[in-house]
């Protein structure tokens, strides 16, 4: 399974972007498709995610800022920030977990995010 991100860029703060990711096997054979994020010299990190039944969670950072979302007729699962802030500024990182696991079980090759303040 290959998960394809694309949508990383520069942005000033307070800006946009729409990063989107498109799995290679349909989303709905998925349980859980997220969107995480490594930071320089920081762990990586969850920031949302959604359910195959389109339940969403977010880390507290990004709540109110950043909105997961899923087209299943593009095959395509989107995270769309705004208000960007410096502190956002990491690799993003597709990921889709399978029915039978807990952790994500494939990963995209990461899309760079840099905010300019």
């Known amino acids: 399974v290959q998960l394809q991100a694309s949508g990383g860029g520069l942005v000033q703060a307070g800006g946009s972007l729409r990063l989107s990711c498109a799995p290679s096997?349909?989303?709905?054979?998925?349980?859980?498709m997220g969107w995480y994020r490594q930071a320089p010299g920081k762990q990586r990190e969850l920031v949302a995610r959604?359910?195959?039944?389109?339940?969403?969670n977010y880390a507290d950072s990004v709540k109110g800022r950043f909105t997961i979302s899923k087209d299943n007729a593009k095959n395509t699962v989107y995270l769309q920030m705004n208000s960007l802030k410096s502190e956002d500024t990491a690799v993003y990182f597709c990921?889709?977990?399978?029915?039978?696991?807990?952790?994500?079980?494939?990963w995209g090759q990461g899309t760079l995010v840099t905010v300019s303040s």
């Open positions: 959604i359910t195959s039944r389109d339940g969403t």
């Open positions: 096997i349909p989303i709905f054979g998925f349980s859980t």
């Open positions: 990921a889709s977990t399978n029915f039978c696991d807990y952790q994500p079980t494939y």
